[in-house]
């Protein structure tokens, strides 16, 4: 390891594929390798289930084809969703029903209201009747009104015969039964007002209570409807076309994302079960590759969720590929004592799938300033790690004491200085002749 042999012709050296790099000084990221697999990004994979049972009446696509989100992939034909779908609107009649009674019984709580309030101020009743015009009352108007007159009435011939006792006309106990009556209708009209009052504001709390009973039965069939069809309620359900018995029970299926259909496990007319597995769709432009880390590799490792990371793949084409990682698990499996590792890379061209075995290179530390080699320059002779620099005269092969590295530099300790160019490519044709001179 020392001998020289001297390639000067430059022709020769690019026709063997020799090249060479300048070596520097660096810092080297120390990673270590571990397994991994392919797998689908779980939040653009789903497999899409039928949510109620019934029949199919048509399925729209096969394994391959790609579908949009929102997309309608199978219609379903289910009596349980129609039993549900009628509940709600029957629930949604019983809500309309309570409203306007609670709307009649508030405007009439109101008028009755105003007009215990006008009565108790003594006005009069055409006076009454044109403030009142308007105001809904119901059965209280004729009985409250009536009531009112019979005072009035009973006030007029009390006050008629006030003059008419002093010249001895009408006797004293005449006038004394007047006097009564007012007292008496009096008490009678204060007792009806108070009744009406009560009444009509008894009404108005039965009929608000109503309306939340009827509300509340609403949103408990909105719920149940949406947790068996697991879709959204249009904002236009109960309108009248859609009474028809049919249309209650027919349910579309969409596909939630885009992507490609993987698999198809039902045709159209047969029966099918809740929660049977109709469809698998995914998204296969960004995947996962899952490795699983060593807990003994945790202090030293420096990773954490956002961090590029190198993935190896075998391929011919792209053999290492840039990804992020996704998740970084918590808890050490006590029986493999590794934790859970997801990286995240792109995949747009389609070539990677799930289920491919992969590698992925985890930084454990990190060296600076470092005279650093490339790994590709790196032989062995006669078991020891050499290189080949490059001369004035040829190409040198020098024995070299190595540190710490990765996949692409090491940290040289012993055997070249910096700024020296050592070969990168072409290694083996060097290495062959330099063990053919060695025969000589």
């Given at each position: 390891v020392?001998?020289?042999?001297?390639?000067?012709?430059?022709?020769?050296?690019?026709?063997?594929?020799?090249?060479?790099?300048?070596?520097?000084?660096?810092?080297?990221?120390?990673?270590?390798?571990?397994?991994?697999?392919?797998?689908?990004?779980?939040?653009?994979?789903?497999?899409?289930?039928?949510?109620?049972?019934?029949?199919?009446?048509?399925v729209e696509y096969k394994p391959g084809d790609q579908v949009t989100a929102?997309?309608?992939?199978?219609?379903?034909?289910?009596?349980?969703?129609?039993?549900?779908?009628?509940?709600?609107?029957?629930?949604?009649?019983?809500?309309?029903?309570?409203?306007?009674?609670?709307?009649?019984?508030?405007?009439?709580?109101?008028?009755?209201?105003?007009?215990?309030?006008?009565?108790?101020?003594?006005?009069?009743?055409?006076?009454?009747?044109?403030?009142?015009?308007?105001?809904?009352?119901?059965?209280?108007?004729?009985?409250?009104?009536?009531?009112?007159?019979?005072?009035?009435?009973a006030q007029q011939l009390s006050g008629s015969i006030n003059g008419i006792q002093q010249s001895g006309a009408i006797s004293n106990r005449v006038v004394r039964e007047r006097e009564a009556r007012v007292r008496e209708t009096w008490a009678h009209l204060e007792a009806s007002l108070e009744q009406a009052e009560f009444e009509a504001s008894q009404a108005r709390r039965e009929a608000e209570s109503a309306s939340r009973a009827a509300k509340q039965a609403v949103i408990t069939a909105r719920q149940e409807l949406v947790d068996l069809t697991r879709q959204p309620i249009p904002e236009d359900f109960g309108a009248p076309a859609e009474n028809d018995e049919t249309l209650l029970a027919s349910l579309p299926i969409t596909s939630p994302i885009d992507g490609t259909i993987q698999e198809r496990s039902f045709s159209a007319t047969e029966r099918v079960r809740s929660g049977d597995e109709l469809y698998v769709v995914a998204d296969t432009s960004k995947l996962w590759v899952n490795a699983d880390l060593r807990a003994r590799d945790l202090e030293t490792m420096d990773l954490h969720v956002g961090d590029p990371v190198v993935v190896l793949t075998g391929a011919e084409i792209d053999k290492e590929i840039r990804g992020n990682v996704?998740?970084?698990?918590?808890?050490?499996?006590?029986?493999?004592?590794?934790?859970?590792?997801?990286?995240?890379?792109?995949?747009?061209?389609?070539?990677?799938?799930?289920?491919?075995?992969?590698?992925?290179?985890?930084?454990?530390?990190?060296?600076?300033?470092?005279?650093?080699?490339?790994?590709?320059?790196?032989?062995?002779?006669?078991?020891?790690?050499?290189?080949?620099?490059?001369?004035?005269?040829?190409?040198?092969?020098?024995?070299?004491?190595?540190?710490?590295?990765?996949?692409?530099?090491?940290?040289?300790?012993?055997g070249v200085k910096e700024g020296e160019e050592v070969v990168v490519a072409g290694t083996f044709l060097l290495k062959s002749e330099l063990l053919l001179e060695g025969e000589d």
């Open positions: 020392g001998s020289e042999m001297c390639i000067r012709d430059r022709a020769k050296d690019d026709a063997s594929g020799i090249q060479t790099d300048r070596i520097g000084r660096r810092s080297i990221t120390l990673t270590r390798t571990v397994p991994a697999r392919f797998d689908y990004d779980h939040d653009r994979h789903v497999m899409i289930r039928v949510p109620a049972a019934g029949i199919l009446k048509s929102g997309s309608v992939v199978a219609e379903l034909q289910s009596p349980g969703i129609g039993a549900a779908r009628s509940l709600l609107l029957q629930r949604m009649s019983e809500l309309d029903i309570a409203t306007t009674r609670n709307d009649w019984q508030a405007t009439v709580q109101d008028g009755v209201t105003r007009l215990a309030s006008t009565i108790r101020q003594g006005k009069p009743i055409d006076t009454i009747k044109k403030e009142l015009g308007d105001a809904v009352l119901g059965t209280f108007r004729s009985d409250l009104i009536g009531s009112y007159n019979a005072h009035l009435l996704h998740f970084l698990g918590r808890e050490v499996d006590p029986l493999s004592g590794t934790l859970p590792l997801i990286v995240v890379v792109d995949n747009q061209s389609g070539r990677y799938r799930p289920g491919q075995f992969a590698r992925v290179e985890i930084p454990i530390g990190r060296i600076d300033d470092v005279v650093a080699i490339p790994e590709a320059a790196i032989i062995d002779l006669e078991g020891e790690s050499s290189v080949f620099l490059k001369t004035d005269e040829g190409y040198r092969a020098q024995a070299v004491s190595l540190g710490a590295g990765n996949d692409d530099f090491v940290d040289a300790t012993i």
